[in-house]
């Protein structure tokens, strides 16, 4: 893109963000909700969407790294004084949305390469164990931050959803100058650099985490179905450490048991989902894998992952209006059950471990729950139904109007939509998650152009691995 006029381009878009936005601020002063977004198109609603989620990895971003957050809380409240730790998986869903932000002219191309340039030459130098990054890092050091006791080692799945981001950035960028091509070669060369085959232990399954420290305490080996298909796909497509087309027969599909259909709501779930088979897991289970990895059209003996994750979709809609607890709130325009911050006693109260109410209006914490249909706590998280928007574009669209026009006093901010709310406690959290704010801009575009399906499968290896394993895709053709 010549400077001057990437340059004209972001200049263009910020006034039409701004007037958005300053119109929102106005109009939210009226005491009649149904005048907060007069004169708002539906297209200028999803632009201002991607443009303020897209800030969170840009404005927001760690300085020393360049890459996501961990958190973001604008109470200003880190009770794990971690502003500085970054995620690794958020931080490839947040490369990702960045390229939205070139295509959308929020940024500049050149601008952009500087800052992964500077990220990249991060995860270079930061904790890798066997190629595989942890899940968090020390944005300033590049240390390994522990996530939990045992788990301060490699951590197989956040690095695929890292390197899903960064094959984008890496197709993106290929193609063009001397620095960006640099830039293309550098990935490559850290993606050859995981040994997917290493996390197996010689066994026909892959286990999601490996310590120096503690080796395989935690002894998670990863069975579907739940968010981790994209983990497989990379660890069969890898050019130097594959694994067998059997370990993702045997241990992801489980030999086949993972493909027990199960009808609900008048939807066929076609893959037996982990925490429930009828109603299905988190909706980010139909979203972390699929950010890069096309489910247009994409299937296997199993699935038809389009079909599929519709119906998990569908499905969780369905939950949310027929609305069995009678929570607050809920119904056509405001649903979406998926893993994110939580109202604090909620989940202890719902699985009976004490009689007492959760407190109501109790917005200055927060506890974490992976909400679901077999999970209901009364708490809906934004980021569900709208990075859905590919799939039911019928059924968010509404939704994305009545979080922004009826509730956005409450829960929008100068990221977007915060990360969970419940009108049922009055619990309005100013808090936002990198993994769940990565896919609210990414998905959106891919509704809106396929930008991130299309540079993600134009990764020859990643196609080469799906055929390997037996997939069939649009792509191949």
């Known amino acids: 893109m010549n400077r001057v006029f990437g340059f004209v381009k972001v200049l263009v878009v910020m006034v039409v963000v701004l007037q958005a936005s300053c119109g929102n601020v106005q109009k939210k002063s009226t005491e009649q909700s149904q005048n907060t977004t007069d004169g708002i198109s539906e297209d200028s609603l999803l632009t201002l969407v991607q443009y303020r989620t897209f800030q969170y990895f840009w404005d927001g971003a760690e300085p020393n790294s360049g890459l996501a957050r961990e958190r973001i809380h604008m109470d200003g409240n880190y009770p794990q004084n971690d502003m500085h730790i970054v995620t690794t998986g958020g931080s490839g869903f947040g490369l990702m949305a960045i ?23 991060f995860l270079e130098k930061a904790d890798r164990f066997h190629g595989a990054w942890p899940h968090w890092l020390d944005g300033v050091t590049g240390k390994v931050k522990p996530f939990s006791t045992y788990d301060d080692g490699g951590d197989l799945v956040e690095t695929a959803f890292l390197v899903q981001g960064l094959l984008a950035v890496k197709n993106y960028f290929k193609d063009g100058n001397a620095e960006e091509r640099a830039l293309a070669q550098k990935i490559d060369r850290l993606w050859r650099e995981v040994e997917w085959n290493w996390y197996t232990r010689g066994e026909n399954i892959l286990y999601w985490h490996w310590s120096p420290n503690h080796e395989w305490k935690m002894n998670f080996g990863v069975k579907g179905y739940n968010e981790c298909l994209v983990m497989y796909v990379l660890a069969a497509s890898s050019p130097t ?23 609900t709501f008048g939807y066929e779930l076609p893959l037996n989902h982990q925490v429930d088979p009828y109603k299905g897991g988190p909706l980010f289970w139909a979203h972390y894998s699929y950010l890069g990895l096309d489910p247009r059209g994409l299937s296997d003996r199993y699935a038809n992952y389009w079909k599929h994750n519709v119906a998990h979709t569908m499905i969780n809609r369905q939950h949310c209006i027929n609305n069995p607890i009678d929570y607050k709130g809920y119904g056509e325009n405001s649903w979406g059950l998926t893993s994110s911050y939580s109202v604090p006693g909620a989940k202890n109260y719902y699985k009976g471990r004490t009689e007492e109410v959760p407190e109501k209006g109790n917005s200055a ?25 590919p799939y039911a574009p019928e059924a968010v669209i509404p939704v994305l109007r009545h979080f922004y026009e009826d509730l956005g006093n409450k829960i929008w901010g100068k990221y977007g939509f915060y990360d969970a709310f419940s009108e049922e406690y009055e619990w309005y959290p100013k808090r936002y998650l990198a993994i769940d704010q990565g896919p609210v801009p990414v998905m959106i575009e891919n509704y809106r152009t396929g930008l991130l399906w299309d540079l993600f499968m134009q990764e020859e290896d990643v196609l080469n691995g799906l055929k390997k394993l037996g997939f069939s895709s649009p792509h191949f053709d």
Request: glycine share 8%; net charge negative; aromatic share 8%.
């Open 99 to 121: 390229l939205v932000g070139i295509e959308r002219g929020f940024i500049t191309r050149e601008q952009v390469l500087q800052r992964f340039i500077k990220a990249v030459d």
């Open 241 to 263: 450490y594959p694994v067998d087309a059997a370990v993702y027969h045997e241990g992801w599909a489980r030999g086949g048991d993972m493909a027990t259909p199960q009808t």
């Open 365 to 389: 914490n927060a506890e974490y729950a992976a909400h679901c249909p077999s999970l209901d706590l009364g708490v809906i998280a934004p980021t569900a139904a709208l990075s859905s928007i």
